[in-house]
């Protein structure tokens, strides 16, 4: 899987590298499609062999299948020439050596570099005795630009005179080579080069001829026979071909990919295929194939295949397919509810659909209740911890802790499965997590840190690690951020989930789609002063519990918290408070501005030096300045420019001012303001500009300049824009905005201003007013 995996990185890699060539074809990440919903359930249990089939529904094949058949290939070949070559110099020798060296080879050449003088394959292939082999090897090399396609992403064009002079060349060989297992090798090259040529029944003939009724299990074998399975889809006998690539598909493992695909390409039914089986297994692993097949929740597959043979090893892949599938469609999306993580939540069902997905899960449990009743299945366990999971989902805890006692495995693989599923059920029992089970929450996390040991050379990159060890990360990961930090907050222990979600992103493989808040953000833009001042002292108090300690030791160590803290205060316009904790860092740890006492006549922009606007503005300097403000208007009268001056610094900071980040470390493009904000003070002045507003009002009202009063309504018609409720009716919401409360004293008493007419020509709200109030 490792190489599918950095395929995928790859092409990520250049989606990212390449993006400003695609930026108007596409916006935004792509989904990893091995990690892009929340999954407790591991696939790898029991599936060896069956890597592809695992459950994705973002791409063909989940893996590549193992042995590859690169590796089948060389094992083939070790077992032929004994245990004294080497499994590296054969692949070495066999994929990488160019023509003319096994050209030397095998005419017995000494003029050889030192490297392939001392390679054991080669070595092997210098003797006498041993010089068939050699000289197949060289004629399969030849054979190579002819029947792959170097370009797969062009049509093949074959030339048939040259496939024709190597099966001339390859039947002369064949019929002078004694050695049987050479002999085969040559069978397969002959019976390829007449598939490629288009003969088809050549092809059949020449199969039959040289296989039919040999007890063979070696990969030459299963190619040559999946080359007239392709052979008999070619002349339309396409049910029959669906049975040999089911022959070659469960034999042969590393063929599996190019089976199933080739076996889809005869359009046929699991029925029309039974009849043609030997025997029930046979059969089962037919209906296993077509269930594969499936990417949407059904146990159809599940019942077929049990039917036919309880002990078929396609069942495990089918039950975490099933499993995997109801993770993505209803468990994913129902943890992910509140979170703005995944690709959708359960907000996004229907409730036809949502018990739809109920259904479905208890239909799924009871077929693996009544298979482990009738006890024939292989491994029982896995199926008994599979029951316990789907209980745990369905929220029903005393069951699945029932079937997890029934589980008595000592299975390495069921053991880790049941420690997840039981993991979960503890923490969902456990009515509030107090130090006691903090403690034993810790054994499990060190558990989960054992499963997942640093990579050599800190290669912890998803591509390259293992599969197994990237599942754990997975499920550590999910464990943190969906379910115990999810948790905390309940509990109102803000602190305790801001270590969490840094436990969370130590793991490093934070996935846009899955992995939730960071805990840096959960730091930086949501937690409340009087929160961040308690994270603050409890990571330099010197006595914390193990649990605690723990967590603290995976904290983020490169946040500033005395800056943080600072802009908490300025999130709430506390303007005094901040200022003392900004005098606590020195000035080149503080964001600076240029511009955020000047007003906005338009929203977003750049805080950047621009001419009258040079001289940078520290948070600390940027607080003592408003502090002063505040103190100038608690004595009457007040200047009109205090009051703009106040406004204009508000109003930048917030979510359309150009000084956001004074307050805030991360400004999405998708947030705005609703209903909602009001009920939180800082969101409400962030999104709804209401104090900005207040300000340029009091500032008109103190001032008798018609041009400066003419500034400040249309500053305060901004402000008040802001927090236009939301309405389903986009006609009705649009409405609102043209009809701002402000547009009327504008047209009216500052109509022959010239900043009426400057802001007439920049603003359309404004114009598309004055044009809905004109008399027809």
């Not at 995996?5 to 596409?26: E, H, M, P, R």
């Not at 590393?254 to 005869?266: E, H, I, P």
């Not at 208890?362 to 896995?382: E, H, P, R, W, Y």
Request: aromatic share 14%; proline share 4%.
């Amino acid at each position: 899987m490792n190489y599918r995996k950095l395929f995928v990185f790859l092409i990520s890699f250049c989606a990212v590298f390449f993006g400003n060539v695609i930026y108007t074809l596409s916006c935004g990440p792509s989904p990893d499609p091995y990690d892009y919903y929340i999954s407790f359930y591991s696939p790898y249990s029991k599936g060896g062999g069956y890597e592809p089939f695992y459950y994705t529904s973002l791409s063909s094949f989940y893996g590549d299948p193992t042995p590859s058949e690169e590796t089948a290939n060389v094992g083939d070949w070790q077992n032929y020439t004994g245990s004294k070559v080497t499994a590296k110099d054969i692949r070495e020798c066999i994929y990488t050596y160019k023509l003319e060296q096994l050209s030397a080879i095998a005419t017995g050449s000494n003029v050889l570099p030192d490297s392939v003088k001392q390679n054991s394959f080669a070595q092997f292939l210098l003797k006498d005795k041993n010089r068939e082999a050699a000289r197949y090897l060289l004629f399969a090399k030849t054979c190579e630009p002819v029947v792959i396609n170097a370009d797969p992403w062009s049509v093949p064009d074959r030339n048939n005179g040259l496939l024709g002079d190597l099966y001339t060349e390859g039947e002369g060989l064949y019929n002078k080579t004694a050695d049987k297992d050479i002999r085969e090798r040559y069978a397969f090259q002959l019976i390829r080069l007449q598939h490629y040529r288009k003969d088809y029944r050549d092809a059949i003939t020449s199969f039959d001829k040289f296989f039919e009724g040999k007890d063979n299990s070696s990969l030459v074998y299963f190619k040559a026979l999946a080359l007239k399975a392709g052979a008999l889809l070619r002349l339309k006998d396409s049910v029959q071909s669906a049975y040999l690539f089911s022959r070659v598909f469960e034999k042969a493992p590393s063929l599996r990919t190019s089976c199933f695909t080739s076996l889809m390409w005869t359009n046929t039914s699991n029925n029309q295929v039974y009849p043609l089986c030997k025997d029930n297994h046979e059969k089962a692993i037919v209906a296993a194939i077509y269930g594969f097949a499936n990417s949407e929740p059904d146990v159809a597959a599940l019942r077929n295949v049990y039917g036919f043979d309880p002990a078929s090893p396609a069942l495990n892949i089918l039950l975490a397919r099933e499993i995997n599938k109801l993770e993505d469609a209803y468990f994913s999306p129902y943890l992910s509810e509140g979170q703005s993580v995944g690709l959708i939540s359960m907000h996004d069902y229907s409730t036809e659909e949502k018990k739809k997905m109920t259904t479905r899960l208890s239909a799924l449990q009871t077929v693996i209740d009544s298979f482990v009743n009738k006890g024939k299945l292989k491994d029982m366990d896995l199926w008994r911890v599979s029951s316990a999971y789907i209980s745990y989902i369905r929220k029903d805890y005393p069951a699945a802790k029932t079937r997890l006692e029934e589980v008595k495995t000592k299975d390495g693989e069921v053991k880790d499965q049941w420690e997840i599923v039981n993991l979960l059920v503890n923490i969902n029992q456990q009515k509030t997590i107090d130090s006691a089970f903090e403690s034993r929450l810790l054994a499990s996390f060190k558990w989960l840190d054992a499963k997942t040991p640093p990579e050599k050379n800190h290669r912890d990159d998803w591509w390259s690690m293992p599969d197994k060890t990237y599942f754990f990360k997975k499920t550590y990961r999910n464990l943190l951020f969906a379910i115990l930090a999810p948790r905390y907050h309940q509990q109102g222990d803000v602190l305790k989930e801001a270590l969490i979600r840094g436990r969370c992103d130590s793991l490093q493989i934070n996935d846009y789609f899955v992995s939730g808040q960071t805990a840096i953000s959960q730091v930086s833009d949501d937690m409340k002063s009087a929160e961040l001042i308690r994270l603050n002292d409890f990571l330099h108090q010197p006595v914390k519990t193990p649990y605690e300690s723990y967590l603290a030791g995976f904290f983020p160590k490169h946040l500033n918290m005395n800056r943080i803290i600072g802009e908490s205060y300025v999130r709430v316009h506390d303007f005094s408070n901040a200022r003392d904790w900004f005098k606590k860092i020195p000035a080149a740890a503080q964001a600076t501005s240029y511009q955020v006492f000047r007003e906005q006549l338009q929203d977003f922009g750049e805080d950047t030096a621009e001419l009258g606007y040079t001289k940078g503005i520290t948070q600390q300097q940027f607080c003592d300045r408003m502090v002063q403000l505040q103190e100038k208007m608690k004595t009457a009268p007040v200047s009109p420019k205090v009051y703009y001056d106040y406004a204009s610094a508000l109003f930048s900071i917030s979510y359309y001012g150009r000084t956001w980040y004074f307050v805030k470390d991360y400004r999405p493009s998708t947030q705005w303001y609703t209903t909602r904000c009001d009920k939180d003070p800082f969101e409400k002045q962030y999104f709804g500009c209401y104090g900005a507003e207040t300000y340029y009002l009091k500032a008109a009202q103190a001032s008798t300049d018609k041009e400066f009063r003419a500034r400040c309504a249309f500053m305060a018609a901004r402000c008040s824009q802001k927090h236009t409720a939301e309405n389903e009716d986009s006609d009705k919401y649009i409405s609102a905005l043209i009809h701002n409360r402000y547009f009327p004293l504008l047209t009216g008493s500052f109509v022959q201003t010239s900043f009426y007419h400057q802001v007439y020509g920049q603003c359309s709200y404004l114009r598309d007013y004055v044009k809905s109030t004109r008399k027809k």
